[in-house]
C-alpha cells in the first residue's frame, strides 16, 4: 500500500531557481494538500484541491503555484525560489465531503534554498 | 477564527511512567479532532480521531484522548511510555460545518516527546 507518494524526498536549490515537488495518491481521494512544516509552527496550508479541476489558495500560497493534473496527482511549483521558502512539503489526500475523516500524508520532501 | 494551542513544545518523560500531552481549543462549536504522529524523517500518522459519541477515544499504540467541552480540551495520554514513543505529536482541529468538499484543518504547533530510559 503506497499510500501518498512524494517525490522528491531531497532537494536543495539556489535563490531564484524553479522547481515542481510531485506528489501522487492511490486510495481514490478526491481532495489533495500541500502543508509546509516549519519548526513551532505546525503545519500550515499551502493550497488545496477539492476534487480534480479545482484548486484554491490556502494560509501560505505567495510563491507558490499548484497544479491537479489528475485524481491522483497534484503538483506544487516554486517559480523562483527564496531562501524563506526552505522548509519541509507535504502532501496530503483525503475523501471528499466528510469531515470526520482524516487526511493521509506523504513523508514529506526536504527542500533547502541556498 | 479556529485555533488549536498545544502547552509545552517538549515534554520528557522516563520509560513506563504517564504520557500527558495538553491540546485546547478554540471554537463556539466542538469541532472534529484528531491527534497525529511524526516519526523522524516521516509523514504524520494518524493516532485517533474524535467526532461524535463517546468522549474518550483509544487510538493506536495504546494511546487515548478526552474530549472535555466544558474545557475546549482534548490531551492526549499512554499509561506507560516506551522508548518508540519518542516522537513529534499534532493536535488538529477541523469545523464540524461543511466546508465546500475538503477538509480543513488547523494544526497545532507540536509537542516534541522524549523519552529516557
Known amino acids: 500500500n503506497a499510500g501518498v507518494t512524494q517525490t522528491p524526498k531531497f532537494q536543495v536549490l539556489k535563490t531564484g531557481q524553479s522547481m515542481t515537488l510531485q506528489c501522487a495518491q492511490d486510495?481514490?481521494?478526491?481532495?489533495m494538500y500541500w502543508y509546509r512544516q516549519d519548526p513551532g509552527m505546525g503545519l500550515r496550508l499551502i493550497y488545496y484541491?477539492?476534487?480534480?479541476?479545482?484548486?484554491d489558495k490556502g494560509e501560505v500560497p505567495n510563491g507558490y503555484n499548484v497544479s491537479r493534473l489528475n485524481k491522483r496527482e497534484f503538483s506544487l511549483r516554486l517559480e523562483s525560489a527564496a531562501p524563506s521558502q526552505t522548509s519541509v512539503y507535504f502532501c496530503?489526500?483525503?475523501?471528499?465531503?466528510?469531515?470526520?475523516?482524516?487526511?493521509?500524508f506523504g513523508d514529506g520532501t526536504r527542500l533547502s534554498i541556498l | 477564527a479556529q485555533s488549536v494551542t498545544q502547552l509545552g513544545s517538549h515534554v520528557s518523560v522516563s520509560e513506563g511512567a504517564l504520557v500527558l500531552l495538553r491540546c485546547n481549543y478554540s471554537?463556539?462549536?466542538?469541532?472534529?479532532l484528531f491527534w497525529y504522529v511524526q516519526y523522524p524523517n516521516q509523514g504524520l500518522q494518524l493516532l485517533l480521531k474524535?467526532?461524535?459519541?463517546?468522549?474518550l477515544v483509544k487510538g493506536i499504540n495504546g494511546f487515548e484522548a478526552e474530549f472535555k467541552k466544558s474545557e475546549t480540551s482534548f490531551h492526549l495520554t499512554k499509561p506507560s511510555a516506551h522508548m518508540s514513543d519518542a516522537a513529534e505529536y499534532f493536535c488538529?482541529?477541523?469545523?464540524?460545518?461543511?466546508?465546500?468538499?475538503?477538509?480543513?484543518?488547523?494544526f497545532g504547533a507540536g509537542t516534541r516527546l522524549a523519552v529516557h530510559p
Open positions: 496530503a489526500s483525503s475523501t471528499w465531503g466528510q469531515d470526520n475523516q482524516p487526511q493521509h
Open positions: 486510495m481514490n481521494h478526491n481532495s
Open positions: 484541491s477539492a476534487s480534480e479541476g479545482t484548486t
Open positions: 471554537s463556539s462549536v466542538p469541532p472534529y
Open positions: 474524535y467526532t461524535t459519541g463517546a468522549t
Open positions: 488538529a482541529v477541523s469545523p464540524t460545518s461543511f466546508s465546500g468538499g475538503y477538509n480543513k484543518l488547523i
